[in-house]
């Protein structure tokens, strides 16, 4: 075990853990959409994660726990970062919560109201996404214009099958969650599984109702 300090706050951790996942268990918030806790490998995709280390900042997803790391959550700097990151994702993100099934357990909520923010995309101009639901899965309901492109749904799939049926396609603006048959995946398995549905944080995937 290792001694650091984050804030004003010291505590201690085994050496080489994630920062932000000790962060976390601290009680201490770092707003986040990509990450979760099994992934070896983060991504920094959604660049919320900002935390400020030696007058830097970087993404706390991928920093790991060394002696006397001295780290701040809560900078100017540090704020303005994520604030920023998350007009990105809102400038692209269909606001209409009430219709949506992840109402008031939606992590873009928690986010936005952490960081005493609105919900609309202003003064950023809004990127329309395709409102049709993607139904090509067998079982699965995918609406592209919730999506924050985190990308869990992907790694966790892989994670847990070996290979994933869905991926990203498409290219810049217009990159969505495509659905592909690989491998042993069957509508039954999905239909067990459901491991991309509970880690999507913004309800872009559920799960389709028997007609």
């Not at 592209?144 to 290219?171: E, N, T, Y």
Request: charged share 20%; net charge positive.
């Amino acid at each position: 075990m290792v001694a650091l300090q984050v804030n004003d706050l010291k505590i201690t951790a085994r050496q080489g853990r994630n920062l932000l996942s000790v962060c976390l268990e601290n009680g201490i918030y770092i707003p986040h959409l990509c990450f979760f806790e099994e992934d070896r490998h983060p991504t920094a995709s959604c660049r919320l994660c900002f935390v400020e280390i030696q007058g830097a900042p970087v993404a706390a997803c991928t920093v790991t726990i060394s002696p006397g790391l001295q780290v701040w959550t809560d900078t100017p700097a540090v704020r303005r970062l994520q604030r920023s990151a998350l007009r990105l994702l809102l400038s692209a993100h269909d606001i209409d919560c009430k219709h949506c099934h992840a109402n008031r357990a939606c992590e873009l909520q928690n986010i936005a109201r952490f960081l005493k923010m609105g919900l609309k995309p202003d003064p950023l101009a809004h990127i329309a996404r395709p409102v049709e639901v993607d139904a090509r899965h067998p079982c699965i309901d995918h609406y592209p214009h919730r999506c924050v492109l985190c990308g869990k749904c992907v790694r966790i799939c892989r994670d847990q099958h070996g290979q994933p049926a869905l991926s990203f396609a498409g290219r810049g603006i217009d990159t969505v969650i495509r659905h592909y048959a690989l491998g042993g995946h069957t509508r039954q398995t999905c239909q067990d599984c459901r491991r991309c549905i509970e880690a999507c944080p913004v309800g872009a995937l559920k799960l389709r109702q028997p007609a």
